[in-house]
């Protein structure tokens, strides 16, 4: 396999033979990648072909074929007339043709033309108006941020401890009984057979 003329790796067409149906487990892989990076070549499963079994494929899958079983891939791109009855998992799913079973994906786009029935599991998703869609969705969990520390509360400042006063002397206790309305006050007591000698007149050199 030769790389092409601007070093990006070509892209690997699989094409019937006769009308012929490939069948088992397929892995393709391309090693015309530059060197020190990933395998990121581009598969071409062309209108016509029908495959049974699994498919593992480094890079991108385009597939106008009809495929019935499990997809696995970096990326995989179901182009019109393209058909998939099965599962497919791929960090980037794009579906403009059929689909039917289980997909997982982080992001999803079924386009205007997209026929999907099944589940899908996704981490984004974008459906385009027209799509034909009959299907559960379910959004991966994502572990969550880890949370901020949180900061130290400032010291308490001390208080210094005051005595409570003493509450004010009750007026029943500082202040003396009013006599009964109407009532002065009380005469001495006279004792009974006692003469009543008048008070002293003051006199002469006295």
Request: aromatic share 2%; no cysteine; hydrophobic share 30%.
């Amino acid at each position: 396999m030769q790389a092409s003329r601007d070093g990006r790796p070509p892209d690997r067409a699989i094409r019937p033979q006769s009308g012929a149906k490939a069948k088992g487990q397929m892995t393709m892989s391309n090693s015309a990648t530059r060197p020190g990076t990933a395998a990121t070549g581009r598969s071409n499963l062309v209108a016509g072909t029908r495959l049974t079994g699994d498919l593992t494929v480094p890079g991108t899958l385009e597939l106008t074929g009809h495929v019935d079983g499990r997809i696995a891939a970096d990326a995989v791109s179901v182009e019109e007339p393209g058909s998939i009855n099965g599962e497919i998992t791929a960090a980037i799913v794009s579906i403009k043709g059929a689909f039917g079973g289980r997909i997982t994906g982080g992001a999803v786009k079924l386009l205007s033309t997209a026929r999907v029935t099944g589940e899908v599991h996704y981490d984004t998703i974008m459906i385009e108006s027209g799509a034909q869609v009959d299907a559960t969705f379910t959004q991966r969990k994502t572990e969550p941020p880890p949370p901020e520390p949180t900061p130290a509360p400032p010291p308490a400042a001390s208080a210094t401890p005051t005595t409570p006063s003493a509450p004010p002397p009750s007026p029943s206790a500082t202040m003396p009984s009013a006599a009964p309305k109407g009532e002065g006050a009380a005469a001495p007591k006279r004792t009974e057979g006692a003469p009543v000698m008048p008070p002293p007149m003051p006199g002469k050199g006295s």
